[in-house]
């Protein structure tokens, strides 16, 4: 995980629409960046739908919410549209963001070591610094988590 205090790497990543999103563009928004391993998973989906379902709560305390995983765009929007998501997922399958935010690890599966995503969500303040990490979160308490921290 980085370091609370320290500036959040921006990045520029696409929707599922193609567009491209950097981070730098939401500065003056909390931002609510959370790392997950796959679209449609039963953790993912629960993590997902979370935030969906207290999305009005976050906006009105003037946070977004971006997911990042490295999922294909036509993925995300299958994801998206499936589950009448309301904010953006975000692909990196160069993994350089995850890598960049201390995401992609090595984890095991079966009792053998593979490389994957490391569930985690970072608040990131209106001045672009992480003041909030969590690594490791449990999916279906995550929105709520977070909607707690935002002050």
């Avoid at 959370?34 to 629960?46: H, I, K, N, R, V």
């Avoid at 001045?127 to 995550?142: C, L, Q, S, T």
Wanted: net charge negative; charged share 25%; glycine share 8%.
């Amino acid at each position: 995980m980085l370091d609370i205090g320290t500036k959040a790497p921006d990045f520029s990543l696409p929707d599922p629409d193609g567009q491209m999103h950097a981070l730098s563009a939401y500065r003056g928004r909390k931002v609510i960046l959370y790392f997950y391993p796959a679209d449609m998973s039963p953790g993912c989906t629960s993590q997902a739908c979370g935030f969906r379902d207290l999305y009005p709560q976050i906006r009105e305390k003037g946070a977004v919410v971006l997911g990042v995983n490295a999922d294909s765009v036509e993925s995300h929007k299958q994801f998206m549209e499936e589950h009448g998501l309301p904010f953006l997922l975000l692909s990196d399958p160069d993994k350089e963001v995850l890598q960049a935010y201390d995401v992609w690890k090595q984890k095991l599966m079966f009792g053998r070591p593979v490389m994957g995503i490391e569930r985690s969500t970072y608040l990131i303040d209106e001045e672009g610094v992480i003041v909030k990490a969590f690594g490791k979160v449990k999916p279906k308490d995550n929105a709520k988590q977070m909607l707690k921290e935002l002050i």
